[in-house]
């Protein structure tokens, strides 16, 4: 069983910046992805990453973040990191860490059920 387990959010004022942590314990190769709800509004995939991966060129970053949200990891720790930078109003949401069994190394979709989820990590930024 992979548990995500997320760390890193909180309350930051528009045009800062928070680095979300993900780990998945013994979780070395495979999908991972960051995915965020505001409240009545529905889920998104933020960005995805093939941890153990042979490169970055298959990252995803949902248009809203491109050019302010990185990805990087840590494979020997199976986590995942998100720099997120320029933070703006509409980024405030509930951040959810999520797991997806995947061998071929490549994209991996936002679009798709992904097999294991964190308890999620609130991000709230402020005007």
């Known amino acids: 069983q992979v548990q995500p387990v997320e760390s890193g959010g909180g309350s930051v004022q528009a045009g800062g910046s928070l680095r979300l942590s993900c780990a998945a314990s013994?979780?070395?190769?495979?999908?991972m992805g960051w995915f965020r709800q505001a409240p009545g509004k529905e889920r998104e995939g933020v960005a995805t990453?093939?941890?153990?991966?042979?490169?970055?060129?298959?990252?995803f970053y949902v248009d809203s973040v491109k050019g302010r949200f990185s990805l990087s990891t840590d494979n020997a720790k199976g986590t995942v990191f998100m720099e997120m930078e320029n933070l703006k109003p509409e980024d405030t949401a509930m951040y959810y860490c999520?797991?997806?069994?995947?061998?071929?190394?490549?994209?991996?979709?936002?679009?798709?059920?992904?097999?294991?989820w964190g308890q999620g990590t609130q991000v709230t930024v402020s005007s």
């Open positions: 999520a797991a997806k069994l995947q061998w071929r190394d490549g994209y991996c979709s936002p679009s798709v059920a992904w097999d294991f």
């Open positions: 013994g979780y070395r190769r495979g999908c």
């Open positions: 990453i093939y941890l153990g991966g042979s490169s970055t060129m298959y990252t």
